[in-house]
């Protein structure tokens, strides 16, 4: 008790995520960053795809209407969906701040500040309203950051809509970026307005990745779009690894069935929590999973065939017999677990963020299939600049896939790729050191937040250190 006392700063920092698993992971893995520094951290969520309180003890939940948790379909957690959320939300969220402000004066526990995702749109307008600074988390890549960050001048210089003439076209002078990176919903109005508010009144960003990964692309750029502070803190979840930031039931089998097989000898495959392909790319997939003869654990989660709940009845009886023992399909896995475990020797992934810093950080070399979003420039990224992984270029077709898979898991390139992502590893791993880029950083972030409520003065008070 004495303890917790000790490292109490009499702060809160308010977190409003978007209500989707890849947003909301990161975004209460800062949350239990701030909280081991001593900040109060209360939460605003949608009813709708909430995390379970009862698992975050160390955080206040307020949760706001919406319209999505009383539709009957599933959110399919498109741009569109997050301009209806947008619509919905902004009287619920303001209400809910301004309570939240109002007890926090008088528990005498000032709010610092609130940390939003930037998609939500209406965020900064309020905290300006209610007289509040605000900072933003980017859930997703630096380079896709300041990608976006760059849209007005990519708007002005007449690239979209996108055309594919052009795709070879270098964007700006952003590396790697070509115009066939871009995902054709770029110039959506949601995007162009998380740019403009962050322009306008956003008092600092936060970017779940290291300087080590992508801060070079921050010095090239730095000038020209982010007047922002940025603190670059990540890998956020190994700041504060916490084995309650799950947002869905996990399986423990595929643990078990790995804990069987030799090392570096097992593909993971995964394609994140929102992405969906037909039933042909399906059933292309499992055909290439079983052609490539490499044993393989393949989390099918439900919905991942658009409209289909269950999966596992597409499988056609000779694909279950040949792969056998050789595959292990379940419907989710823990997959930082997974990705850590010494039998797995690559990831099939879509390239959402959190999976790219996830594999980086177990070392783990990558097969790329991009869907929508970030997803196609995190993989010119992994492919092409840090070269620790192998872009599917073609249509999903089982003999490309064959192919790449024993690019990866039994050629010298796929072992030369191993190595360069095991560097990346240790410097991951180097960076939450004292002293180092994410460790310095995060601790600029706190005085940062601090000199929002006068707060370095409780600080010296309390004759506190931080970190
Ligand atoms: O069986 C599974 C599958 C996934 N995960 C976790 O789910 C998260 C998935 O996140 P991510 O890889 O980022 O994918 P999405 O859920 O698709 O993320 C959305 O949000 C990201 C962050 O903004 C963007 O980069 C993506 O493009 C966007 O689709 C990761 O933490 C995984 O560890 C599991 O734990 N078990």
Redesign the pocket.
């Known amino acids: 008790m004495e303890k917790q006392q000790k490292s109490k700063l009499c702060c809160r920092v308010v977190l409003f995520p978007q209500p ?4 909301i ?1 990161p975004m209460l893995n800062l949350g239990n960053a701030l909280h081991s520094k001593g900040f109060s951290i209360t939460v605003i969520h949608t009813h709708f795809n909430s995390p379970n309180p009862v698992e975050f003890p160390n955080f206040n939940f307020h949760f706001i209407e919406d319209v999505l948790s009383k539709a009957k379909t599933p959110s399919s ?1 498109s741009l569109d969906t997050i301009t209806i959320l947008n619509k919905s939300c902004l009287e619920s969220f303001r209400n809910c701040l301004s309570q939240i402000l109002e007890h926090a004066s008088k528990d005498r526990e000032p709010v610092a500040c609130l940390i939003s995702d930037p998609l939500w749109e209406f965020a900064g307008v309020v905290a300006d309203q209610l007289n509040l600074p605000r900072l933003a988390l980017r ?2 890549g630096l380079l896709a950051s300041i990608l976006y960050e760059s849209l007005p001048l990519l708007q002005e210089k007449g690239y979209f809509p996108l055309q594919d003439t052009r795709k070879e076209e270098p964007v700006l002078e952003v590396p790697p970026l070509k115009v066939k990176d871009l995902p054709p919903e770029i110039h959506h109005d949601v995007l162009l307005g998380m740019v403009k508010e962050t322009k306008r009144n956003c008092q600092g960003i936060i970017c779940n990745t290291f300087k080590e990964l992508e801060g070079s692309i921050l010095d090239r750029v730095r000038g020209n779009f982010l007047a922002t502070p940025i603190f670059l803190t990540g890998p956020l979840h190994k700041i504060s690894p916490t084995s309650t930031s ?1 947002i869905v039931t ?1 399986e423990q089998s595929s643990i078990t069935w790995l804990n069987k097989q030799a090392p570096n000898s097992v593909l993971y495959v ?1 394609f ?4 969906a392909i037909s039933k042909e790319q399906f059933l292309e997939v499992a055909w290439g999973l079983a052609k490539s003869q490499q044993p393989f654990l393949w ?1 099918t ?1 439900p919905r991942l065939i658009n409209g289909s709940e269950k999966n596992e009845e597409l499988f056609p009886k000779e694909f279950i017999e040949i792969v056998n023992q050789r595959g292990h399909i379940v419907s ?5 677990q997974v990705l850590a475990h010494p039998a797995i020797g690559g990831f099939w992934t ?1 390239c ?4 790219t810093i ?1 594999s980086i950080c177990e070392g783990v070399p990558m097969i790329c299939l991009p869907f929508f ?3 196609k420039m ?1 993989a010119r990224h992994i492919s092409d600049v840090l070269k620790v992984g192998l872009q599917l270029e073609k249509q999903l077709e089982r003999q490309e896939i064959e192919s790449v898979i024993r690019r990866l898991m039994v050629e010298k390139e796929g072992q030369e790729m191993r190595e360069r992502v095991n560097a990346l590893k240790e410097k991951a791993k180097c960076c939450l050191m004292k002293g180092e880029s994410s460790y310095e950083s995060l601790d600029q972030l706190i005085s940062h937040i601090l000199s929002f409520c006068g707060a370095e003065m409780v600080r010296s008070r309390n004759n506190q250190t931080i970190p």
Do not use: F, I, K, M
Request: negative net charge; without cysteine; glycine residues 18%.
């Open positions: 989707y698993t890849g947003h992971t957690g859930t997703g799950s996990q995964s994140g929590t929102l992405a989390a989660r989710w896995v823990p997959q930082q879509h959402g963020w959190n999976s996830e979003g970030d997803q995190n």
